[in-house]
């Protein structure tokens, strides 16, 4: 009598996990979403960049709902002018969450402000969305945070509203801000005396409202000619010109 053998299964492969690119806002923790909070709060993976090895500002934001026993990826992208070192922190974070994802890990990436807003995560997202499913959350971003706080609305109607980036040369910030209605500029930093210099030599000095670390306890908020001298990577300047159209 033949005996027949059922065949050996073979084990089918884990499911790969999802990347959720996370905005958790603009420093203050009560300024997450609903669903930023329940993803963090559920997370088996937590990711997020830190400056230079020192702590990471995103993590600081949702540190009280980060769970006990989590795996965390902390990716140190250096701020400098070369591109290179930060695309190669990038690299190797990119990678490290993608052995997670193999593994059928869901990782929930921290990205201060909204994701795809100048947000570090839509680096991430370049290298790995080919090849995962990936889900992002957006976040209340700096540029609506800080004209919250300073009480200043920036656009109305069919206004239009100009970002710019602070290290910007000189004589492109000045095209810029002379043809544009409301104007941010973003990432001030080192950059305050150059943009400063040149928002008044436009006429546009008392026009222009100066906020720092917008949110959190040492939040700053000024008219710019009453700006102190240096300011933090976390600070912004906002410009309206001509009457309140919302009147």
């Not at 979403?33 to 090895?53: D, Q, S």
């Not at 930093?189 to 040149?198: E, M, Q």
């Not at 906020?211 to 600070?235: H, I, M, N, Q, W």
Request: hydrophobic fraction near 45%.
């Amino acid at each position: 009598m033949t005996v027949r053998r059922a065949p050996t299964a073979t084990p089918l492969p884990p499911s790969r996990g999802t990347l959720h690119g996370v905005g958790v806002g603009p420093g203050a923790p009560d300024l997450m979403t609903l669903r930023a909070a329940r993803l963090i709060g559920a997370a088996e993976v937590i990711a997020y960049p830190t400056l230079a090895g020192g702590e990471s500002f995103a993590r600081a934001i949702a540190a009280e709902l980060i769970p006990e026993g989590v795996t965390e990826v902390a990716m140190d992208v250096p701020m400098t002018v070369e591109r290179g070192p930060a695309q190669a922190a990038y690299d190797t974070g990119a990678a490290e969450i993608a052995a997670h994802l193999d593994a059928g890990r869901d990782v929930v990436c921290l990205c201060e402000g909204d994701p795809f807003f100048y947000g570090s995560f839509m680096y991430l997202f370049a290298r790995l969305s080919a090849h995962y499913d990936v889900e992002v959350v957006p976040g209340v971003t700096s540029v609506t945070a800080c004209a919250a706080r300073a009480r200043m609305p920036l656009a109305a109607r069919n206004e239009r509203l100009t970002v710019l980036p602070g290290p910007l040369p000189a004589n492109e910030l000045r095209a810029r801000i002379d043809g544009a209605e409301s104007v941010v500029v973003m990432k001030v930093g080192r950059h305050l005396a150059k943009i400063r210099d040149v928002i008044a030599d436009l006429g546009l000095l008392e026009a222009a409202i100066y906020v720092e670390r917008a949110t959190l306890g040492d939040e700053r908020v000024t008219p710019l000619a009453e700006a102190p001298e240096k300011a933090p990577y976390f600070s912004m300047i906002l410009i309206t010109k001509g009457a309140d159209p919302w009147l």
